[in-house]
């Protein structure tokens, strides 16, 4: 599984790519929403992590240039934010993101979230 992990806090950053790396996982990992887009215009991921608020470009621009590439399956995108609401969920989602996950994350519910769609795609 290749994971971009857009996130602007070296500490929560480092954190996630640790846990994913010892999944198994292969984390490719940036820390404003402009390198993030680059990277989804260069490359195929799997799964990406964006934190809502990052500099240059947010989440959302983020979450809208992964849904514009032409996949014959479209990556998981998930959300992370500070942001504790239930308005600011269903934004995202509404937007295109397959999750909503709320600071501090919990890696292992992301996991599960990704291995979940993927099941989901394979019925």
Not at 25 to 34: H, K, L, M, P, R
Not at 109 to 118: G, H, K, T
Request: proline share 5%; charged share 25%.
């Amino acid at each position: 599984m290749r994971i971009l992990v857009a996130e602007d806090n070296p500490v929560t950053a480092t954190y996630l790519r640790t846990v994913f790396e010892r999944y198994g996982w292969s984390v490719e990992t940036v820390f404003d929403g402009a390198l993030a887009i680059e990277h989804i215009e260069r490359e195929r991921f799997d799964a990406v992590l964006v934190d809502w608020i990052l500099p240059r470009y947010d989440g959302i621009d983020v979450l809208r240039a992964v849904r514009q590439q032409s996949y014959p399956v479209q990556p998981y995108v998930a959300v992370v934010t500070v942001v504790d609401s239930d308005a600011a969920q269903q934004y995202c989602l509404a937007c295109g993101a397959n999750a909503y996950f709320v600071k501090p994350v919990d890696p292992e519910a992301v996991i599960r979230s990704i291995e979940e769609y993927y099941r989901s795609l394979e019925k």
